[in-house]
Structure formats: structure tokens, C-alpha cells
């Protein structure tokens, strides 16, 4: 059931919901009270979150909503499906992809370039546009607008994914300027920096390959990879009025890794369990 009332009486919507930080943050936005729409692309994934939001928030109020985030139609849609429940008053642009032939500035094709930033930076631009029309279709005086952008467009990697890390920059961007100029309409607009996750898209790309993995996890001051549900803690606090003078931010939430020179020794935290992972 409900925790808290912390969303009550707000319509959210979240992309890429189907698993990884999505499908936490429409659990939490559900037990703090939200109505949320599940969007997501793939068939097979809505369903299967639809039963984790049954299973796990028993009378939550929500609903699924199949939709490719780089067309506009579709998002125009999608947005759309909360104005039965008022129109829309979180919208969670969460939605991206890491292409796994996304390479250096030499071997990235131009098939691969054009795709990350289709779904990564259109479809945030068009999640944000549907969003601030539906506000003010529905004389709201406040919105939140939260974008899922990374830590790579803080910091440089050698690792390299320059369409994704592109990419995730112009996130940054956009999430910044769209911030001063809704500001006095009430709309609040902040970017999530996540670093390197225990989920899907980064350890299927990881893979068994332990060098790989010992790469990227020695960074950490935890010693270990972050979780979706401490990403969704944040996005609930950036949904709710408790951030009411909170915009135009860069939210890292990344176990220190941005801030590290040389990380302790010693065995990692242990991580926090997430309501939708067998772990």
C-alpha cells in the first residue's frame, strides 16, 4: 500500500519504465500516492511491469501506455493519457538507449550516432514540449519535469560511447535552458545524473568480462555499482513539492564517484534491495 502522500493528487508519467530506474521510480511514485502511466516501447516489458505494480502497490492507480519516445505523435499521445486524471504534473523522461556498437569519434557509424541522439535528445525534447503544453492546457501552476541524463557528461571516460555520452550532454543542456525560461510559469526542470548501474542496460553490456567490470567498479568509494531504487529516492524528491526551489539542477547520484581521487580499500557497502529486482 501508500507510504506517504508525498505525490497525492499528481498525475506522473515515466519513459523507459518497463525496468531499471523506471519501473523503481513508478513503484515509489505510486506508494507516495501518484497516478502514474508506464510507458515504454516494448510489449513484453509493459506487461511484465504491470504485474510488478500489481503485485507490489496493491490499488496504486495506474496505467500502461506502449510508446516510442522519438516520435512525437506517439509522446503527444502518451501525455495525452493523463488528462482524464487532470493532465499531467510529473513527467519523467527517463527513456534512452547505450548502443552496443557505440564506439570512439573513428568507429561509431552514423546510423549509430543518429539513433542514440533520436531517442536520447528528441525524445527528451518532445517528452518536455507535451509536457509544459499539457501544463498549461490544464492552468497548472507548477510541474515537475525530471530528465535522465549520466554522469559521462561530467566527467570523460576512455571507455568510449561518444553518442551516448553526446548525447547525455545535450540532456544537460536543454534540461538547463528549458529551466530559466518556464521558471516564472512554475515549471521545474532538473536533470538525474546516474553513475554506472546494477541494471539491464549496463550489465548485459558488461557482460562475464571481469576486466571490464573491475574497470569501471574501482571508481567507486563504495565499492561497488549503484542501484535503480537510489536513483528513484531522488526523482520522488524532485517530483514532490518538497523540491519546490530546486531547477536548473545536475542531481548526481553516484556514490561519490564523481568526487573520487583514490578510492578506499576494504570490502564495498552492501547496496540497498529494489522492490521490482530479485536483488
Same mark, same amino acid.
Given at each position: 500500500?501508500?507510504?506517504?502522500?508525498?505525490?497525492?493528487?499528481?498525475?506522473?508519467?515515466?519513459?523507459?519504465?518497463?525496468? =531499471?530506474? =523506471?519501473?523503481?521510480?513508478?513503484?515509489?511514485?505510486?506508494?507516495?500516492?501518484?497516478?502514474?502511466?508506464?510507458?515504454?516501447?516494448?510489449? $513484453?516489458?509493459?506487461?511484465?511491469?504491470?504485474?510488478?505494480? =500489481?503485485?507490489?502497490?496493491?490499488?496504486?492507480?495506474?496505467?500502461?501506455?506502449?510508446?516510442?519516445?522519438?516520435? $512525437?505523435?506517439?509522446?503527444?499521445?502518451?501525455?495525452? $493519457?493523463?488528462?482524464?486524471?487532470?493532465?499531467?504534473?510529473?513527467?519523467?523522461?527517463?527513456?534512452?538507449?547505450?548502443?552496443?556498437?557505440?564506439?570512439?569519434?573513428?568507429?561509431?557509424?552514423?546510423?549509430?550516432?543518429?539513433?542514440?541522439?533520436?531517442?536520447?535528445?528528441?525524445?527528451?525534447?518532445?517528452?518536455? @514540449?507535451?509536457?509544459?503544453?499539457?501544463?498549461? @492546457?490544464?492552468?497548472?501552476? @507548477?510541474?515537475?519535469?525530471?530528465?535522465?541524463?549520466?554522469?559521462?557528461?561530467?566527467?570523460?571516460?576512455?571507455?568510449?560511447?561518444?553518442?551516448?555520452?553526446?548525447?547525455?550532454?545535450?540532456?544537460?543542456?536543454?534540461?538547463? $535552458?528549458?529551466?530559466?525560461?518556464?521558471?516564472?510559469?512554475?515549471?521545474?526542470?532538473?536533470?538525474?545524473?546516474?553513475?554506472?548501474?546494477?541494471?539491464?542496460?549496463?550489465?548485459?553490456?558488461?557482460?562475464?568480462?571481469?576486466?571490464?567490470?573491475?574497470?569501471?567498479?574501482?571508481?567507486?568509494?563504495?565499492?561497488?555499482?549503484?542501484?535503480?531504487?537510489?536513483?528513484?529516492?531522488?526523482?520522488?524528491?524532485?517530483?514532490?513539492?518538497?523540491?519546490?526551489?530546486?531547477? =536548473?539542477?545536475?542531481?548526481?547520484?553516484?556514490?561519490?564517484?564523481? @568526487?573520487?581521487?583514490?578510492?578506499?580499500?576494504?570490502?564495498?557497502?552492501?547496496?540497498?534491495?529494489?522492490?521490482?529486482?530479485?536483488?
Amino acid at each position: 500500500m501508500f507510504t506517504t502522500g508525498r505525490l497525492e493528487g499528481k498525475a506522473c508519467i515515466v519513459t523507459g519504465a518497463a525496468g =531499471g530506474i =523506471g519501473l523503481e521510480t513508478s513503484i515509489l511514485f505510486a506508494r507516495n500516492g501518484g497516478s502514474v502511466i508506464l510507458a515504454d516501447l516494448h510489449d $513484453e516489458g509493459l506487461q511484465a511491469a504491470k504485474k510488478e505494480m =500489481g503485485a507490489l502497490v496493491p490499488g496504486a492507480k495506474f496505467k500502461i501506455f506502449k510508446c516510442d519516445v522519438s516520435n $512525437e505523435e506517439n509522446v503527444k499521445a502518451l501525455v495525452a $493519457e493523463a488528462d482524464e486524471w487532470g493532465g499531467v504534473d510529473v513527467m519523467f523522461n527517463n527513456a534512452g538507449i547505450m548502443h552496443k556498437d557505440d564506439d570512439d569519434a573513428i568507429s561509431t557509424g552514423e546510423d549509430v550516432w543518429d539513433l542514440t541522439h533520436k531517442i536520447n535528445v528528441k525524445g527528451v525534447w518532445y517528452g518536455c @514540449k507535451h509536457a509544459v503544453l499539457s501544463f498549461r @492546457k490544464h492552468k497548472k501552476t @507548477k510541474g515537475s519535469i525530471i530528465n535522465t541524463a549520466s554522469v559521462v557528461a561530467l566527467v570523460g571516460s576512455a571507455t568510449a560511447q561518444v553518442a551516448y555520452t553526446a548525447s547525455k550532454g545535450a540532456v544537460l543542456a536543454l534540461t538547463r $535552458e528549458l529551466a530559466m525560461v518556464h521558471a516564472r510559469e512554475g515549471f521545474r526542470f532538473n536533470s538525474l545524473c546516474p553513475a554506472p548501474l546494477n541494471t539491464p542496460l549496463l550489465q548485459d553490456f558488461l557482460g562475464t568480462d571481469q576486466a571490464k567490470r573491475a574497470r569501471r567498479e574501482i571508481h567507486f568509494p563504495m565499492g561497488r555499482f549503484g542501484e535503480a531504487i537510489e536513483q528513484a529516492h531522488m526523482v520522488v524528491f524532485l517530483a514532490s513539492d518538497e523540491s519546490s526551489f530546486v531547477t =536548473g539542477q545536475e542531481m548526481v547520484v553516484d556514490g561519490g564517484m564523481t @568526487k573520487a581521487y583514490v578510492t578506499p580499500e576494504g570490502p564495498a557497502v552492501p547496496p540497498p534491495l529494489n522492490n521490482a529486482f530479485n536483488r
